[in-house]
């Protein structure tokens, strides 16, 4: 794997990853995101994170309440 930022280079061990999500809280009732995030990818070395895709993709909002 190799980061887009400092150009480190390094099995897939060395690298740290991080996955977001959003909650949303609406009249007291809790809503989740249904969009799907991508993993951040944290370089060792410069300690920047990059996407192995695309993190814009289209947000699917339904309004159903969280369980």
């Excluded at 794997?1 to 740290?16: A, Q």
């Amino acid at each position: 794997m190799k980061c887009p930022n400092c150009g480190f280079e390094g099995g897939i061990g060395e690298f740290s990853f991080m996955y977001e999500t959003t909650i949303y809280v609406v009249e007291k009732q809790t809503l989740s995101e249904e969009r799907e995030r991508p993993i951040l990818v944290i370089c060792p070395r410069c300690g920047e994170g990059f996407f192995l895709e695309s993190p814009y993709s289209k947000v699917r909002f339904s309004g159903k309440p969280c369980k």
